[in-house]
């Protein structure tokens, strides 16, 4: 079994069980139902953060008792009950009937990006719309401009988020797609008759989005067909689009508890004498592969699935492990995140020559190189944990440094701090510092916004009392790339940046972003020794991979943070190392890889 390393809390990896994502997820539809039928706001808010709770709790829901419930904060009476009832009957009838009032359409016009509830009870109640196909006709006649706060732009707006939601639909980000293939690998593992199984494709390779699921088995021929069975039994399958001896191609549902719902999954069996080979082949890309194949015939020999031959004799050379392929082609192994036909090959036939080290192949960083998180929220701001709780989480996942970073005043739907509130809040940090000094080093930072013009939310004599600055934008997000390239330039020239964070601000598959001129905000970061953030949130993924591949190119430092909210998100770091990875970065090129010492001379260096 390789594949990737699943958690960051020493391979701990922290799951939700499917009980508590599916709860999670009908509390959270039947807040967004009440929504849209107008019920009392803070009937919708608990059913929000029931949702948000048991989305991010790790003890299983159903192995919980009646008290232990109630004891869960955020957790009421009505909604312990309403727990108790779908654990004992899998069901929950008060769902089923709040969903009975609203068209299903109406509940999907509230996945496009910027239609919030009160939009869609309006579309809905007011111009009649049922669903996205009527919704799409009705934003072509003008007919929508009657409706109450339905400008021109405002239509226009909602026009392009449609699109970009339809077109960015097909494909599921890293973190929907990632569990789902582990979930299937668990099961599938325990198998006597697998003898090897790994997940290929776009998923190994990292990329940020994934079309489908690639799975790879190694077993006996005489095994496939049972082994096949068993795939298409499982419980997300909801439809078999094919099943074959040695592949098999299913869907899982949308509504299926376990993350990834609605993704394609396909599944090969190879004997183990090509899973090798079979892996370079599934994992792609295809254009590295058709390099590899025209290598293979520059040296007299013959690539694909099943193995590598003799192109005279059909003698084969190699097959059963990637390492064994890439050697006989005189190559180093390139590791799969670099496989995109981006010069890796000729990289990997110097490392061949040259040895480890020396030349070629950068030496990737890995999870575990990370030793700080520099970019986190507590409930002081809208995060889940208090200061205390999270600094322990960290060192837990051994981390020796951490950065409490809340939102500055202007994000008040994110509870942001004000001027007094921040100055209070740094002297909780220090207290907690002193606490756990001897646990791991905790830091007073902000994530202070980045506001329209380039000026920072906070004036320079509260940031100078900070350790960490991360500036980012939240609004403003479609201004022009001229209008934002000097907006960013101008909050890089403050003294006390630390760390430009999310810089284009978008959302994959969701809201497109920025797009500043990057060029021009790496040579500024790198002359004034600005890192720039790569959000490992699968959500963000920003800086992305080839952003980051500039980047280092132009000398700058990065960041790899998490920007956690709540326990379920320092495990999102794998995805900003996947991104790295893609990028070619390896350890030297990240603040949160350097020693204790190291980190603090930094940020002392940056405070001027
Ligand atoms: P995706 O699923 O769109 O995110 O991207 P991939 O790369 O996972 O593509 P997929 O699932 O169509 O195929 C998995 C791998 O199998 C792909 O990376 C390379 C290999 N492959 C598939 N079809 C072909 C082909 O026609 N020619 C070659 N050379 N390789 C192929
Ligand atoms: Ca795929
Ligand atoms: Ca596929
Ligand atoms: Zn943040």
């Known amino acids: 079994m390789v594949g990737f390393p699943r958690g960051i809390c020493g391979g701990k990896l922290i799951r939700m ?39 991010e709790l790790t003890e299983d829901v159903a192995g ?33 009937e709040l969903m009975a009032k609203v068209p299903s359409g109406v509940v999907d016009m509230l996945d496009v990006p910027g239609l919030g509830p009160k939009t869609v009870s309006l579309l809905w109640r007011e111009a009649g719309l049922s669903d996205l196909d009527e919704l799409t006709k009705a934003l072509g006649t003008g007919e929508l401009e009657a409706l109450p706060g339905f400008g021109k732009k405002k239509i226009e707006n909602i026009r392009k988020n449609l699109a970009f939601a339809k077109e960015a639909g097909k494909r599921a980000r890293i973190g929907k797609a990632m569990p789902l293939a582990w979930w299937f690998i668990d099961q599938l593992k325990g198998l006597k008759k697998v003898k090897r199984i790994d997940f290929a494709g776009s998923l190994r390779r990292g990329k940020e989005t994934i079309g489908d699921v690639d799975l790879l088995v190694a077993a006996d021929g005489g095994d496939a067909g049972a082994i096949m069975e068993a795939f298409v039994a499982l419980e997300p399958v909801t439809d078999v689009i094919a099943q074959g001896k040695t592949k098999s191609s299913v869907r899982t549902g949308e ?23 079979a892996l370079m082949y599934f994992t792609g890309s295809k254009e590295h592969n058709v390099r590899l194949r025209e290598r293979a015939i520059s040296m007299g020999m013959k690539l694909n699935e099943w193995g590598l031959t003799k192109q005279d004799t059909d003698e084969v050379i190699a097959g059963g492990t990637e390492e064994d392929v890439f050697k006989a082609l005189g190559l180093a192994w390139v590791p799969p995140e670099l496989r995109e036909d981006r010069g890796e090959v000729a ?7 040259a040895g480890d080290g020396i030349a070629g192949l950068p030496d990737l960083i890995e999870v575990s190189d990370i030793r700080a998180e520099l970019h986190t929220h507590t409930t002081a701001s809208d995060g889940m944990w208090t200061i205390e709780q999270l600094a322990t989480a960290a060192a837990e996942c051994g981390f020796h440094t951490v950065a409490i970073t809340d939102h500055s005043k202007g994000q008040v739907q994110a509870n942001g701090l004000s001027d007094e509130r921040l100055e209070k809040h740094i002297a909780a940090v220090r207290r907690v510092a002193e606490k756990l000094k001897n646990k791991i080093v905790v830091l007073a930072g902000s994530e202070v916004d980045i506001l ?77 020794g600005i890192a720039m953030e790569i959000n490992a949130n699968h959500w963000r993924l920003d800086l992305r991979d080839t952003h980051a591949r500039a980047a280092i190119a132009a000398g700058v430092k990065l960041a790899i943070n998490t920007d956690a909210h709540g326990p379920a998100d320092l495990d999102q770091l794998q995805y900003g190392i996947l991104t790295a990875r893609r990028a070619g970065v390896t350890k030297n090129d990240v603040v949160n890889c350097m020693t204790q010492a190291g980190l603090a001379k930094w940020l002392k260096s940056m405070r001027g």
């Open 64 to 96: 919980m008792d009646g008290k232990a419930l109630r004891a869960v904060e955020g957790i009421g009476k009505g909604m312990a009950d309403r727990i108790e009832a779908f654990v004992e009957t899998g069901e929950l009838a008060e769902a089923a």
């Open 347 to 353: 990289l990997a036939e110097q490392t061949y020559i």
């Open 255 to 277: 509504s299926s508890g376990i993350s990834g719902g609605g993704m394609q999954v396909d599944l090969r069996v190879v004997p183990a004498e090509s899973y090798g080979s």
């Open 452 to 528: 329209t013009d380039g000026r920072l939310d906070y004036p320079d004599s509260l940031l100078k009392e900070l350790d960490v600055v991360v500036a980012s934008p939240h609004a403003a997000l479609s201004q022009e790339p001229a209008k934002c390239t000097a907006r960013f330039l101008k909050a890089m020239e403050n003294p006390y940046v630390t760390i430009m964070g999310h810089p284009t601000g978008r959302l994959i598959g969701r809201r497109e972003g920025l797009s500043p001129d990057m060029g021009a905000l790496f040579r500024a970061a790198a002359a004034r």
């Open 17 to 55: 069980s499917q009980v508590n994502t599916k709860l999670s997820r009908i509390f959270q539809q039947m807040a967004d139902v009440l929504e849209v039928l107008g019920a009392n706001r803070f009937k919708v808010i608990a059913f929000q953060k029931a949702s948000r709770v048991i989305g």
